[in-house]
Structure formats: C-alpha cells, structure tokens
C-alpha cells in the first residue's frame, strides 16, 4: 500500500471517530426525546424508538411553561450580543483608528481580562450584583457580561486588514470618524462580525453557570436551568422530557446560525491592485 | 498664493530618525510637478505631509497662503489618486466615484452631471453599476482617477498612480492624465520613482535623494544641466557618464587623453586641479580613427533605434556612447568626440555642477 493512501486512511478513520464523538449526543438527545420512560431504560443505545412517542413534547408544550424561558434566554442573549458586539466594534475602531498615549498599554491590559478566570469573578461579581439589588432579574445576569475583552480582540485583528489607503481614501473625502466606520470598514468586516456576534449569542444562550446563582425565582429560569429541573440527583428523572426540552433549547441558535449564514461570505478585503 | 503650496523649513523625522530635513519647496498654482526620487528619498513622505496624513515635525507648510500644518486632511480640498487605487471593494463604480460627493451633500443633480463627465472623459460609460473586483488594472486606475476628478479641488495629488499598470497602458494613461490637466489645471503634485513619467509629464520636476530636494527645475534643464552627480546618474538610461579629469594647464585629460578647454570654459574652471567631467551617452558622437578621447568597446547594447556601446577609457573608467545612426559599427570606434555645449563639470569636492556657458 502506498504511504499516500495509507496517511488518508488512517486520517478518515480518526475523522469519523472525531464526527462519531460529536454527533453521538445529538442523535442520543433528539432519539431519547421520542422515547417514553420504560423504553428510555430498555433500549438506552437504540437510536431509532419504536414506537415513537410524541408524549413528551405535548407535556413541555402543554404543562410547562417552554415560551416564558424561551423569551427570558433570548432577552438575556439579545442584549449580551447587542451589547458585546457594539462596544467589541466601537474599541477596536479607536485601538486601530486613533493614536493616543498608553494604546499599546491598554490594550494588553485588556487582553489580560480574558487570562482572568470565572471563578475567581464569580464572588466580587456576585456580591456586586447583590448589592445593586439585581439578583433574580434578568438585569443581574446581564450586567457583568455587557463587554467582552476577545471580542475587541478579534475585531482589531479583523479591522488591521482593512488596507489603510482605504481609511485614507475616505478622510480624504471629508469622512468623519463615524462614516469612516460606518461606511467603510463595517461592510468590509460583516462577515467577521456575524460570526462574532453568533457566538456571543450562542455562548450567552448556553451559559449556565452564573444564570443558576443570580436567578432564583422559577419564572426568570434560563433554559438551560430549566432543563434541570426535570434531571433529579435522588433518581426519578424524567429523561425524555428533558431531552424535548434540550433539543428544543438548541433549536434557536441553529436557526439563527442558517439564517446568518449567507451573510458569512467571503468579501474581497484589498481594493485589488491586480486586474 | 491662491492654490499654491510652500513647504518652508520642513522637517519629518519618526521618533529620532530624519527623514526630511529642512525642505523648501514653492509649488506654482496649476503647475505639474513632479516628485521624483530613489525609493526611500522621501518623496512619499513629502506628499502625504501635503495631504494632511503625516504631521510636520517643525517648519510651516502653506496651501492657499495659509498655514496648515495643523488642518486635518479632510479639510485641505484635495483630489488624491492613490497608488493601490484605495478602491472601496463594498461599492459600486459609481457609488465609489460619487462616494465623497455624497459625503459633501451635494445637490442630486451636481453629482450626476459631475460624474457623467468623468465617466465620459475616461471612457468608463457604462461600467459604472460594477462591482471594483470586475475591472481590469487599467479600468481601476481609471476609476480612481474619476474619483478624484468629479471633486473639482484645486489640488490633485497623485502617490505613483501608474505604477500597477504594464508598460503600454502606462503610456495611455500618462497622456490622459496630462489631457485631463490641462483641461482642469488643478495644481498636481505627482510622486514616481520612473524618470519617463517624470520627463513627459512634468511643468517642473522636484529630484529627491536622502530627504533633500537636490534640484527643481524644468524637465529640460534637468537633463542637460544637472545640479550635481546625483541627479546627473539619476536621470537617464543609461546615465549620464562622470568621470574623474585633470586640468593641466588649458588642457583637461579625460582617460590620459588631452583636450584643449575653450576661453570661456576655463574661466568657470578656475584654479581647479581636478574635476568630474560629465556627458550624456548621445552626446558623445563615435569616432573611428582620431577620437579626442580614446577608449576600447566592451560590449554593445542594440535596443533597435539606438545602439549603445561600452568603452574603457585608458585609465580604467567606463564611458557609455550611443547613436541612433544604423549603419554603422561601433564594434570598431576608437573613441569619441563631443561639444562642449553639452558638457557640464561637477566640483570634485562637493560633487555640483560650477557652471556652464550661456548660449
């Protein structure tokens, strides 16, 4: 056998492996959701039920408030991504745009925050938020993650690219600032901002951790914490249920990735000396 | 001073590196001038002071009569064409050319009847709902040049504009960019490294080494009466010939070969014991039997109108001749001969032109 093949073989297998590993969940999650209890524990490894049961989306859809967690995930996330991606933009314009004392010093300063880890925050923060009188509100989960030292990050590193005759170009037109950033660096970035701001929103969709200690009130449940309450420590969880409701929670971000999607394309950065 | 510029005592430096030092430099209204320069010499630099991208470390820098060392760019009225195009990939031909216009909240139809012109005067009817990546080199530079046409300012800077283009569209493009000139008469400023650009397009060329203007002068008077060496090897190709010569007495031995130095070149001459003997290859006319400076061939250059030839001058110095008379050989010159019109002497010491007779 040739080396060649042989490299691609062995390359295939570790990619279906690595495809196995990933999509294994999914498929358990979505075939335990069509699954009634017994079967959930008859048959744990079956991908394919029979027969399906719709039992457990008629019990999250009929006697489980799914919407109001719907509504408060998505409220949390909107405004984390708004948030994020605006000032992510708004900084990184003046680390690139603007020459001021200290840049350079601030900057790495801001990079640090992101070598700070969560659970060395999650105590000032909480304290913070519970002195502000914000916790069991939506405001308490927001607040802490309104800025995002990566995001500005990477969108200095996107913003470098836009050659610098083009910004020339531009003030030399009597652009502003502003216009200069509106109009011209914003469309030549969009692609890398989308992507940005889907994860910013998927991350803030999926977060768990600080939603679980600043909401308490059943109402103002994330759905991430709401997919908890149907899993028990004692046993008698109600595992179908809880997967109806995690693969509905994931439903979302995927919509909302299909639909940005064909924003993602590949725009052409430089003016084109070439012909 | 209406649409003039002055650069008076103008220094650049990056933190303690100099690169501009003590420029002085009157540009006329509506002139064409070029500046010209090895890369490196500052030309760049000198233009995007003008445009308002690089401070003025000291010295004051006029445009209108006004100083304006401190108005930013967008407040200066000027049409720049830049070397990459700076195209704006997002838009359209026309949104580009009108780009600016909108930006001044000019009325509707003073934009529309401003770049209908433009399109017309560089031939781009009809492109203009293209996207930028679907021209060709030459269309693009075309477009920028409309860009900064449909702006009317009284000044129209040019950063090597044509410098992207192969060899034949550049000619095209360089008479219509005069065309266009003379049309407007805006005063240009135009930074190239190519001395052809430099010589056809020019009212007056600005030469630049090491950040200093060397000389200023017309295209005309910079070929035949260089201010120093520098400028001397710079322009032309093959350069000027310089080579070192001794005066003895009314003589001047170019290469151990004595000739006998006119009254009125003698007086410039003065008390100097040594100087650099410069001529231009076409002005050494070949000699077959009884040259006033002997040399031997090296090697012929044929570029088809001219033919080229390398001598060895006695004392080692090389010395390039050229003729454009076809039927001859230079394979067998023995050296030439030359008027002494067309020579310019350089101080040994200080390397500049001592003068030369006025006709």
């Known amino acids: 056998m040739k080396t060649e093949t042989r490299n691609e073989l062995i390359w295939h297998g570790f990619l279906v492996v690595a495809i196995f590993l990933t999509l294994w969940p999914i498929v358990f999650m979505i075939s335990t959701s069509f699954k009634d209890l017994s079967q959930v524990f008859e048959s744990t490894l079956n991908p394919l039920p029979w027969p399906i049961t719709f039992d457990n989306y008629t019990t999250v859809l009929g006697n489980f408030p799914l919407f109001t967690y719907i509504w408060n995930t998505f409220l949390i996330a909107a405004i984390v991504t708004v948030s994020k991606t605006l000032t992510s933009v708004l900084s990184a314009f003046a680390f690139v745009y603007y020459d001021f004392k200290y840049k350079e010093s601030l900057f790495n300063g801001m990079l640090l925050t992101f070598f700070i880890p969560i659970t060395v925050l999650v105590m000032p923060n909480y304290l913070m938020m519970s002195k502000l009188g914000l916790l069991n509100t939506p405001w308490g989960v927001v607040l802490p993650c309104l800025v995002d030292g990566m995001g500005v990050f990477l969108m200095r590193q996107t913003m470098r690219c836009v050659p610098k005759a083009l910004l020339e170009a531009a003030i030399l037109d009597g652009a502003k600032p502003r216009q200069v950033l509106t109009k011209v660096i914003m469309p030549l970035i969009k692609p890398a901002l989308l992507a940005n701001s889907i994860l910013f929103f998927i991350n803030s969709w999926n977060e768990y951790f600080w939603p679980l200690l600043i909401l308490q009130d059943k109402d103002s449940y994330t759905l991430p914490l709401a997919l908890q309450m149907f899993i028990s420590a004692e046993g008698g969880s109600e595992w179908g249920i809880a997967m109806a409701v995690a693969t509905l929670t994931s439903l979302p971000p995927l919509i909302l990735y299909g639909f940005c999607q064909k924003f993602i394309i590949n725009t052409f950065m430089s003016s084109g000396v070439k012909g | ?359």
């Open chain 2, 1 to 359: 001073m209406e649409h003039s510029i002055v650069f008076s005592h103008v220094d650049k430096a990056y933190g303690k590196t100099v690169v501009i030092k003590d420029l002085n430099l009157e540009i006329r209204r509506g002139e064409r001038l070029i500046l010209l320069g090895p890369s490196g010499c500052g030309k760049t630099t000198t233009l995007r002071m003008m445009a308002g991208f690089e401070d003025i470390s000291a010295g004051e820098l006029y445009m209108d009569g006004k100083v304006v060392n401190d108005v930013p760019p967008g407040e200066r009225n000027i049409a720049m064409v830049f070397q990459s195009y700076a195209l704006f990939p997002h838009l359209s031909v026309w949104d580009n050319i009108t780009f600016g216009l909108v930006l001044q909240k000019l009325p509707k139809e003073e934009i529309e009847k401003r770049t209908y012109q433009a399109l017309d005067i560089l031939h781009l009817r009809g492109q203009e709902h293209k996207k930028t990546h679907e021209l060709s080199g030459g269309q693009k530079q075309r477009v920028a040049l409309c860009r900064a046409l449909v702006k009317q300012s009284p000044f129209f800077f040019l950063d090597e504009p044509l410098s992207n283009l192969d060899a034949q569209l550049r000619q095209k493009a360089r008479t219509e960019l005069v065309k266009i000139h003379e049309m407007f008469r805006p005063t240009m400023i135009y930074v190239t490294h190519d001395q052809i650009e430099a010589m056809t397009v020019a009212d007056r060329i600005a030469v630049m080494n090491k950040g200093k203007v060397q000389q200023i002068d017309t295209p005309d008077t910079i070929y035949h009466h260089p201010a120093n060496v520098f400028v001397a090897t710079f322009i032309g190709s093959p350069a000027m010939n310089v080579v070192k010569a001794r005066i003895e007495g009314t003589k001047i031995v170019i290469g151990e070969c004595a000739v006998e130095i006119p009254a009125e070149w003698l007086k410039i001459v003065g008390t100097r014991k040594e100087v650099i003997f410069g001529l231009r290859p076409e002005a050494a006319k070949p000699n077959f039997d009884n040259a006033m400076v002997k040399g031997t061939v090296d090697f012929l250059e044929n570029t088809g109108n001219l033919k080229t030839a390398s001598l060895t001058l006695s004392d080692g110095q090389n010395f390039f001749i050229q003729d454009s008379n076809q039927n001859i050989d230079l394979r067998n010159v023995s050296g030439f001969d030359f008027d002494w019109n067309n020579v310019n002497l350089f101080d040994v010491e200080t390397e500049m032109n001592i003068g030369y007779v006025k006709e």
